[in-house]
């Protein structure tokens, strides 16, 4: 009897890993299986690859990477047919995800000299026979690995940043989305023909857990939380550094003063966009008790409205089969420990699809509430005040994004989130803002991608003093006197001594 191949299930034939359409079974893409042996081997390469493309300093990176940049903006509808063709994604989505990956590229290009280049740091009154010199280092090779879920803007997150720094870089996509990295890399390879300073690795989890012990110089992951402490362990035996950004169960609080209209549009976009496949997608929302009853009728109104199927609808399919499983029993659960389905239920999973589902007054230990769900499902409660809004979203092991809807009082409330990012009146926003690191508390992961502090995440701080002048109180040598010391004594007391 031959095994029945269900549509998206990646599958590994004569040592190739073929993907597949979650919606079609159509073949995506079929690579070659990376050993053990391989991986080092790729990752040998690229150590001397990266010595070249470090050498090729600031501006000749930022050239190259814009190259990168144009080639993947002129090429940006046959990326978003690959993205839809592989995961299911909606073009539109697929577009709007290059978008925001695009802008990563270029920021990181334009800006990598400004935040890791060499400079003078001023020394204080303490050591001021001494300059301060400050850079940060690439690290070699860096190993990225990507979930599928945004296959084009997550791996760009740690890759451009990482690229910018001067390292190398070999990217293990997830098997479900082999086709669009390697496609990444084949355009890199294209602006940057003379060594190989992006590659991919392909295979199942195995390939990922190879690259972290292949003596990468720092390893950035990007997928479950259950993955992160497996790539956090194999990485602490040889000490290799990680940024681990990982799963979420991201929460609206929606204020007494907010505006409904936009706060519900922007809800079901934050919850819904992707099939609700999004690490920062919101999956819970606190409404406060006096807007509580007209938000989830909007909300309701505008999510059944969405359209579901393989071409041209709203929502695509959940791309890894085995996902409609754990949103089936999430949905299940909250309904049957109390919770209403004003909108879809246990019966909107029909695989591979998963219709809009909006669940309200869904119990704060059910599954639905605390796990990670993954599918085009919002649970909606209601609160007393923003007060027990913000105990109530805080109260996850979790704490990546978030979001605020309201007036007077949204911006503190957004401070006082237990998370890494949160956008106010609008959701997910944060993603896309070039200049704001991105990453998680908790469970969440941690380290940041994005921004100043993503390129530094990418480069090793060398500090470095240079003697400018003969020290008047010598203090680090055999030489002091005990006549010095008495005065290291007097300086302390002067200078660090008064106030309490
Ligand atoms: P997984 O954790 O299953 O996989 C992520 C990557 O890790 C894949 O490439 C996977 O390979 C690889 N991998 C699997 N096992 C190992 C291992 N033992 N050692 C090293 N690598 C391994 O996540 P998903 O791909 O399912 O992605 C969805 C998850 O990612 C969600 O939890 C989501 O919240 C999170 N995510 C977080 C983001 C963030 O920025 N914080 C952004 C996007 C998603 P393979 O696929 O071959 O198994």
């Known amino acids: 009897m031959t095994a029945v191949h269900v549509p998206g299930t990646p599958t590994i034939s004569a040592g190739h890993l073929i993907s597949t359409s979650p919606a079609t079974?159509?073949?995506a893409g079929r690579f070659p299986v990376a050993t053990e042996a391989d991986v080092r081997a790729v990752v040998d390469r690229g150590r001397a690859a990266g010595e070249w493309w470090a050498g090729l300093g600031f501006a000749g990176r930022q050239?190259?990477?814009?190259?990168?940049?144009?080639?993947l903006a002129r090429r940006i509808e046959e990326l978003a047919e690959l993205v839809h063709v592989e995961g299911g994604k909606p073009v539109g989505d697929a577009v709007v995800e290059i978008l925001t990956a695009l802008e990563h590229v270029d920021w990181a290009a334009r800006n990598a000299r400004r935040v890791l280049g060499p400079r003078r740091v001023r020394s204080r009154l303490i050591l001021a026979e001494f300059t301060g010199h400050l850079e940060y280092q690439p690290y070699g090779v860096v190993g990225v690995i990507g979930p599928w879920n945004y296959p084009v803007?997550?791996?760009?997150?740690?890759?451009?940043?990482?690229?910018?720094?001067?390292?190398?870089?070999?990217?293990?996509?997830?098997?479900?989305?082999p086709a669009v990295g390697q496609w990444l890399v084949d355009r890199f390879a294209e602006v940057v023909p003379e060594h190989p300073v992006l590659q991919a690795v392909h295979g199942l989890g195995d390939v990922g857990a190879a690259l972290c012990r292949s003596g990468v110089g720092k390893l950035a992951f990007t997928g479950s939380t259950a993955t992160a402490r497996k790539v956090m362990a194999a990485c602490a035996e040889t000490l290799t550094p990680v940024l681990l950004e990982a799963g979420g169960k991201d929460a609206m609080i929606v204020d007494a003063d907010a505006d409904l209209d936009a706060a519900a549009e922007a809800?079901?976009?934050?919850?819904m966009t992707n099939a609700g496949q999004t690490c920062i997608g919101i999956e819970r929302v606190y409404a406060v008790d006096q807007v509580f009853d007209a938000f989830v009728e909007k909300v309701t109104a505008k999510a059944s409205r969405l359209t579901v199927g393989p071409e041209g609808a709203d929502l695509g399919p959940i791309t890894m089969p085995s996902q409609l499983d754990i949103i089936r029993?999430?949905?299940s659960d909250g309904v049957a420990r109390g919770g209403r389905a004003v909108l879809g239920g246990p019966d909107a999973v029909q695989p591979p699809y998963v219709h809009p589902t909006v669940l309200v007054d869904v119990p704060e230990d059910s599954a639905a509430v605390r796990e990670e769900t993954f599918g085009p499902t919002l649970t909606v409660n209601r609160v007393r005040d923003v007060d027990e809004a913000v105990q109530r979203a805080n109260a996850l092991s979790y704490g990546l994004g978030g979001s605020?809807?309201?007036?007077?009082?949204a911006v503190a409330v957004a401070r006082r989130l237990r998370s890494g990012m949160a956008s106010v009146n609008s959701t997910l926003t944060f993603a896309g803002m070039s200049t704001l690191p991105f990453g998680g508390v908790g469970e969440s992961g941690f380290g940041r991608i994005h921004g100043e502090d993503g390129l530094r995440e990418f480069g090793r701080a060398k500090s470095i003093t240079k003697r400018r002048a003969r020290s008047l109180l010598p203090a680090m040598t055999f030489e002091r006197t005990p006549a010095d010391v008495a005065r290291l004594v007097k300086v302390a007391k002067l200078m660090y001594g008064r106030g309490r």
Request: hydrophobic share 40%; aromatic share 14%; with cysteine.
């Open 267 to 271: 809800c079901v976009w934050g919850a």
């Open 63 to 71: 050239d190259r990477l814009q190259r990168w940049r144009g080639v």
């Open 404 to 409: 605020v809807f309201g007036r007077k009082r």
């Open 25 to 27: 079974g159509a073949e």
């Open 153 to 177: 803007f997550t791996p760009i997150g740690s890759t451009a940043y990482a690229l910018a720094a001067g390292n190398a870089v070999v990217f293990k996509p997830s098997e479900y989305t």
């Open 329 to 331: 029993r999430h949905i």
